[in-house]
Nanobody, 121 residues
Framework: QVQLVESGGGLVQPGGSLSLSCEASGSIFLISDMGWYRQAAGKQRELVAK???????DYADSMKGRFTISRDNAKNTVYLQMNNLRAEDTAVYYCNARIWALGSSRGIDYWGQGTQVTVST
């Protein structure tokens, strides 16, 4: 059984910073792309940032320069550092990873349970 467990998040004032982390665990053979998505109330889930196993990154335009995604392959963990947060960044943030489980011939997208980020005074 493979699972993603997120940590971090919470309440922060505008202009503040938060850090999220997500660890994959279970019978894992390989993890390729990892990423973060978010879903605000009443809106569709959207990409925040993603990172390849080799470290190449891609960001949504509104996050460029403010958010930084990174990963530690040895720990099967992906991180998201969020700076200069705005009220519109308020959302549930979800971790995503394409994982090949032991004995599996194809990769499957797994999702974390989500963690709430609220930016407010």
């Amino acid at each position: 059984q493979v699972q993603l467990v997120e940590s971090g998040g919470g309440l922060v004032q505008p202009g503040g910073s938060l850090s999220l982390s997500c660890e994959a665990s279970g019978s894992i053979f390989l993890i390729s792309d990892m990423g973060w998505y978010r879903q605000a109330a009443g809106k569709q889930r959207e990409l925040v940032a993603k990172i390849t196993r080799g470290g190449s990154t891609d960001y949504a335009d509104s996050m460029k320069g403010r958010f930084t995604i990174s990963r530690d392959n040895a720990k099967n963990t992906v991180y998201l550092q969020m700076n200069n947060l705005r009220a519109e960044d308020t959302a549930v943030y979800y971790c995503n990873a394409r994982i090949w489980a032991l004995g599996s011939s194809r990769g499957i997208d797994y999702w974390g349970q989500g963690t709430q980020v609220t930016v407010s005074t």
